[in-house]
């Protein structure tokens, strides 16, 4: 079960206003990539489900961050069904986020009170996801489907939604600054913000460096004039 409180998940989500999206099958790679951003200032991470066993490694670095990085909140990326979501709820996923938006996910995640942020491409999906609870939607693929113009015509008609992008995502000045400018709550970066490279290479503080980076340009992005 989740360790940490729906208001809590969601209200770190938007005070760091970034969320580090990550699937790697090594689980020493994972544990080594969470730590670094951890130091880096992250406090919500999404692993994703996108390998085989990929509930096995998300368990253990699960129980491993808990003691390692106490802080820090595991969500799970990519599902889009009701088992697969309840699956990763009993390994102590704090959070789901999907692809798309599957109403029957979202009864699942409730009957926890485990946030739920499914993708969507529309308003229409939107206030679908609003009215089955959602209080944080994903905009997916984001650079896709609009750009930060069509998050700020989307908060003009209905400025009490939060919104999560993922999908053209980086952790430049300009990216940035143009998604929380448009008003996004925060943002799900991947492989921008871990460079295979790096990986390989196992430069770990090169991660951390990105990190804190990221978070220094979305912050002065927030800042209202």
Not at 4 to 22: E, R, W
């Amino acid at each position: 079960m989740a360790r940490f409180t729906k208001i809590q998940v969601l209200s770190t989500m938007a005070q760091t206003g970034i969320v580090p999206v990550f699937y790697n099958k090594d689980i020493e790679v994972g544990k080594q990539v969470i730590k670094a951003c951890y130091a880096g200032g992250v406090r919500a991470f999404e692993f994703t489900n996108r390998g085989e066993f990929a509930h096995e490694v998300f368990g253990e670095l699960v129980k491993w961050a808990a003691k390692e990085c106490p802080y820090i909140i595991m969500g799970i990326g990519s599902i889009v069904d009701p088992g697969t979501a309840s699956l990763f709820m009993q390994l102590g996923a704090n959070f789901i986020v999907g692809p798309l938006f599957n109403p029957e996910v979202a009864k699942t995640a409730n009957r926890r009170s485990v946030p739920y942020t499914p993708g969507c491409g529309s308003v229409s999906e939107i206030g679908f996801a609003q009215e089955m609870g959602c209080d944080l939607v994903k905009i997916f693929p984001a650079g896709n489907v609009g750009g930060p113009s069509f998050v700020k015509n989307v908060l003009a008609p209905m400025p009490w939604t939060q919104i999560m992008v993922t999908g053209g995502v980086e952790p430049t000045e300009e990216n940035l600054s143009a998604w929380f400018k448009a008003g996004v709550t925060c943002v799900g970066m991947g492989s921008n913000l871990f460079p295979a490279k790096l990986i390989e290479a196992k430069q770990w503080d090169k991660i951390t460096e990105i990190c804190k980076e990221a978070f220094s340009i979305a912050n002065k992005a927030r800042v209202k004039p």
